[in-house]
């Protein structure tokens, strides 16, 4: 099994531009989708962007999702930031073969 | 539209047996490529998933957990069960269910229900 790691915390001001990476310990990053979760507090999370760089319907353009593979790692990039973007993100993967998951530890969203 | 809800006790003693129930709606547990998650979140922690069961009656769980864990379904009743044995108060977390899509996210969650670890 590989583990998914987050930055604990990121920062940005309003209408910037901030990106959080997710980093595969093993295997390529390219083996597996990474999807993303946003989490406000007191609510369950909500995808934000599925398979690499998808987005569910209603979610804003300014959320866009890529994967490195020189850095074995998956970002997400949250553009024109908003105070309503300050949450929780977690990413996760999809082990097909084994048929389970793995979540990153989670990275809080601050925007000053 | 896709909606589950957990449901169980609030309060489970040291060494008990926690028994957690997602009852949803929307899709069915039948159907090719769905599954149901489960995922808990200690206050203030990350996400640590649980355990999944497939439509075909496949159970998937985590490594670290796997001896204390089974998921069933009762497909008619559009209700999945979770069970942990020999809760601890470490184990004291929300618990949420969740559908797993066919993009393999979890597409839909339920509220989540907190349950705690005290005697």
């Known amino acids: 099994n590989y583990m998914l790691t987050q930055p604990h915390s990121v920062s940005g001001s309003p209408g910037k531009t901030v990106s959080i990476s997710c980093t595969r310990s093993s295997g390529s990053i390219a083996s597996n989708y990474v999807h993303w979760y946003q989490q406000r507090p007191g609510s369950a999370p909500a995808t934000v962007i599925y398979?690499?760089?998808?987005?569910p319907s209603g979610v804003p353009a300014r959320f866009s999702g890529s994967i490195d593979s020189s850095s074995n790692s998956a970002s997400l990039t949250i553009s024109g930031l908003k105070t309503e973007d300050e949450a929780d993100y977690y990413c996760?993967?999809?082990?097909?073969?084994?048929?389970?998951?793995?979540f990153g530890g989670g990275t809080k969203l601050t925007v000053l | 539209q896709i909606t589950l809800k957990e449901s169980g006790p609030t309060l489970v003693k040291p060494t008990q047996t926690l028994t957690l129930t997602c009852t949803f709606s929307?899709?069915?547990?039948?159907?090719?490529?769905?599954?149901v998650g489960w995922i808990r979140q200690p206050p203030g922690k990350a996400l640590e998933w649980l355990g999944l069961?497939?439509?075909?009656?496949?159970?998937r769980y985590s490594p670290s957990l796997k001896s204390r864990l089974t998921i069933t379904k009762d497909t008619s009743k559009n209700q999945v069960v979770l069970t942990m044995t020999n809760m601890d108060p470490v184990d004291t977390a929300t618990y949420f269910c969740?559908?797993?899509?066919?993009?393999?996210?979890?597409?839909?969650w339920g509220q989540g229900t907190l349950v705690t670890v005290s005697s």
């Open positions: 929307g899709f069915s547990l039948s159907t090719g490529g769905v599954g």
């Open positions: 398979e690499d760089n998808q987005r």
């Open positions: 996760q993967s999809y082990h097909g073969s084994s048929r389970g998951v793995i």
């Open positions: 969740a559908h797993l899509s066919r993009t393999t996210d979890f597409d839909s």
């Open positions: 069961i497939y439509w075909d009656d496949d159970k």
